[in-house]
Nanobody, 115 residues
Framework: QVQLVESGGGLAQPGGSLRLSCTAY????????IGWYRQAPGKQREFVAI???????YYTDSVKGRFTISRDNSKNTMYLQMNSLKPEDTGVYYC?????????WGQGTQVTVSS
C-alpha cells in the first residue's frame, strides 16, 4: 500500500551540497516518524537522521552541523539537506517511514562525493 520514491542523489565535490527528497504514496494517516539511512559498499546500513513523533530530530555525530532533515506533511515528502559534503558521505541513501508499526523503505539513491 505504501511506496517511497527517492530523488536528488548524484555527484558532488567535497564541500558541495545536495538535497535528497523522498515522497510517500498511499493512504498515510501521519508522517511523524521518518528518517534517512545510508550504506557504503561492504558496510552495514547506518542511521543518518530521524524525526521521532513529529517532534525531535536526531543526527549521527558525523553529520551534525552539516545535514538537516525536514518534512512537508501536506506533500508526504521528507528531505535531507546535505552541506559541506565529505568523501566519507559517499553511499546509497535510503529514506524510511515508520507507519502502522511497520518500517517502509525507499529504493535508495546514490550519493558520491569526490574531487
Amino acid at each position: 500500500q505504501v511506496q517511497l520514491v527517492e530523488s536528488g542523489g548524484g555527484l558532488a565535490q567535497p564541500g558541495g551540497s545536495l538535497r535528497l527528497s523522498c515522497t510517500a504514496y498511499g493512504s498515510i494517516s501521519d508522517f511523524d516518524n521518518i528518517g534517512w539511512y545510508r550504506q557504503a559498499p561492504g558496510k552495514q546500513r547506518e542511521f543518518v537522521a530521524i524525526i521521532v513523533n513529529g517532534d525531535s530530530a536526531y543526527y549521527t555525530d558525523s553529520v551534525k552541523g552539516r545535514f538537516t532533515i525536514s518534512r512537508d506533511n501536506s506533500k508526504n515528502t521528507m528531505y535531507l539537506q546535505m552541506n559541506s559534503l565529505k568523501p566519507e558521505d559517499t553511499g546509497v541513501y535510503y529514506c524510511n517511514l515508520k507507519w502502522v508499526y511497520v518500517d517502509h523503505w525507499g529504493q535508495g539513491t546514490q550519493v558520491t562525493v569526490s574531487s
